[in-house]
């Protein structure tokens, strides 16, 4: 199994990124994708997560309106749009696939990718 994500960098104030996560060794299309942040000192928080079929979508409030998430199962991809960046959106983003399948749950992994939001 593994999550691999990409697209993090160095952007200014009020800029935007995609980020990605290209899933393998699982099948895909059967989890909910959630992307988590990590920013330093501070625990990982939930950003957003679509369905399996990706027809429905969630947010974090402080995230609603600026970032978007969406999911190419074709491509076993999972995507954060994200826009108006702002610097305490500065943190390390990790992408990770649930699902709960006769009562056993199942969670797996990016090993993340780092998003810097300075001037």
């Known amino acids: 199994v593994q999550l691999v994500e990409s697209g993090g960098g160095l952007v200014q104030p009020g800029g935007s990124l995609r980020l990605s996560c290209v899933a393998s060794?699982?099948?895909?299309?059967?989890?909910?994708m959630n992307w988590y942040r990590q920013a330093p000192g501070k625990e990982r928080e939930w950003v957003a997560t679509i369905t399996s079929a990706g027809s429905s979508t969630n947010y974090a409030d402080s995230m609603k309106g600026r970032f978007t998430i969406s999911r190419d199962n074709a491509k076993n991809t999972v995507y954060l749009q994200m826009n108006s960046l702002k610097p305490e959106d500065t943190a390390v983003y990790y992408c990770?696939?649930?699902?709960?399948?006769?009562?056993?749950?199942?969670?797996?992994w990016g090993q993340g990718t780092q998003v810097t939001v300075s001037s």
């Open positions: 060794g699982f099948t895909f299309s059967r989890y909910a």
């Open positions: 990770n696939a649930h699902l709960t399948d006769w009562g056993i749950r199942r969670d797996y």
